[in-house]
């Protein structure tokens, strides 16, 4: 299985004006990087994401449970924009 559609979340990140690429960091999908320096660590390879599923109820069961993702510039910030939008 894919880790996630690195296309879409490419546009994902150029809309907020970060870089990704597939993390090195075990069991993460993607490294997020802001003018150059790398700010964080998201999503775990071992489970799926809205990039892969596009199930909407899924997709607001994730957003009803993290509510940190509002505090821009957090890890769970990042993953809600570049994986579940």
């Not at 690195?6 to 907020?16: E, M, Y």
């Not at 009803?64 to 509002?70: E, M, Q």
């Not at 769970?76 to 924009?81: F, G, N, R, S, V």
């Amino acid at each position: 299985m894919p880790q996630t559609d690195l296309k879409k979340a490419r546009a994902n990140a150029k809309r907020i004006d970060v870089e990704i690429a597939p993390s090195k960091t075990k069991f993460k999908k993607l490294d997020v990087f802001k003018d150059g320096k790398k700010v964080a660590s998201v999503g775990d390879k071992r489970y799926s994401d809205f990039l892969l599923h596009n199930d909407r109820k899924r997709q607001e069961s994730y957003k009803a449970r993290h509510t940190c993702r509002k505090n821009i510039g957090t890890p769970c910030y990042y993953a809600d924009q570049l994986l579940w939008t």
